[in-house]
């Protein structure tokens, strides 16, 4: 990993750091190995409680996806829609 999570310093507490990395990497795990479908939603809602702002959610996601090549959004998308416990990219 040559990059680094979009996240707001300036704004956000430890504590909300620390959940918007674990919802970062378990986007990147879903692409890499799959991840536990309830395990990313519950991330993703927490992620949404500390950006609740639709239009800073989606830059955010789109800086995620430049850096990283994972996209946020897809993720989410197929782990809402898809049967399974699995999301896999």
């Known amino acids: 990993m040559n990059y680094s999570y979009p996240i707001d310093e300036e704004y956000w507490s430890k504590d909300e750091i620390i959940d918007a990395v674990n919802f970062y990497s378990l986007v990147e795990k879903a692409y890499e190995t799959g991840a536990e479908k309830e395990d ?11 950006v609740p702002s639709k239009s800073e959610e989606k830059q955010l996601f789109k800086q995620f996806e ?5 996209s946020a959004y897809h993720a989410v998308k197929k782990a809402k829609h898809e049967e399974g416990s699995k999301v896999k990219m």
């Open 40 to 50: 990313l939603m519950l991330a993703y809602t927490r992620f949404k409680q500390i």
């Open 66 to 70: 430049r850096s990283s090549g994972y």
